[in-house]
């Protein structure tokens, strides 16, 4: 349950955060161009307005934002208007149970499994984020990567010389993928984000696991793509990387070290 509140809050987070950004953005543009725009007055970030319906413009009462439980008992549609709601809200919340769930099984209620649900969490709104806007933001992917440097200074997960040389690595060999194919191809294969994004994980899981998710992350990509293909995705419209790391990235949080032993051991080095 516990997980599943902080799914509902990630919902808030994904539909959002884009959209603050964008608007500091238009702030920026408008302050630089010299246009004297006014500011709305509407205050819009991640507590206010109050979650509402976005046909009606209802605001949702408490018990109508019980996670999963109120999408059952509003059987899916809003109570005012009776406009549909979406899938994806009570999908996210029953998978952010779930994973929570996994992640204390296998760290235990401890300092260690608090820090995997954190990254977890934010791996899933990054993955969402990246999917509907193809924008990885650095609000979240900068300051985790400070956070994985923090937990492991105190070695929760990996030692902090591991951890630093991690988010080096991380960073540094995607920016050289992208270097690379923009002289060949004269084309941006991925944004900067991507490389932040594997920064962030090395900074939590240590350069060791850096190839690891380099290379699930890529297996992840292929069966992303066809699946959504096989669901009538446009083959010429870019899939987002973000999802693909983040899984790899949970991957090797959960058997990272499991799946390189046993590499390892079946190549005998």
Known sequence: MFGAIIGSFLNVVVYRLPQMIEKDWNQQANEILGNDVQPDGQVFNLVLPNSHCPSCQNEIKPWENIPILSYVFLKGKCAHCGTSISQRYPAVELLTGILTVIIITVFGPTAMGLGACVLTWALIA???????????PDNITLPLMWLGLVVNYFSLIT??????????LGYLSLWSVFHVFKFVTGKDGMGYGDFKLLAMLG????????????????????????????????KAKPLSFGPCLAVAGWIALIWGDQITRSYLQFTGL
Request: glycine share 14%; with cysteine.
């Open 126 to 136: 990054l993955s969402l984020i990246d999917y509907d806007t193809q924008l990885l």
């Open 159 to 168: 030692n902090l010389q591991d951890a630093f040389i991690g988010a080096c």
């Open 203 to 234: 900074a939590w899981l240590g350069w060791q696991l850096v190839p690891l998710i380099i290379i699930l992350s890529s297996l992840a990509g292929a069966v992303i793509g066809g699946i959504l293909i096989g669901f009538g995705r446009d």
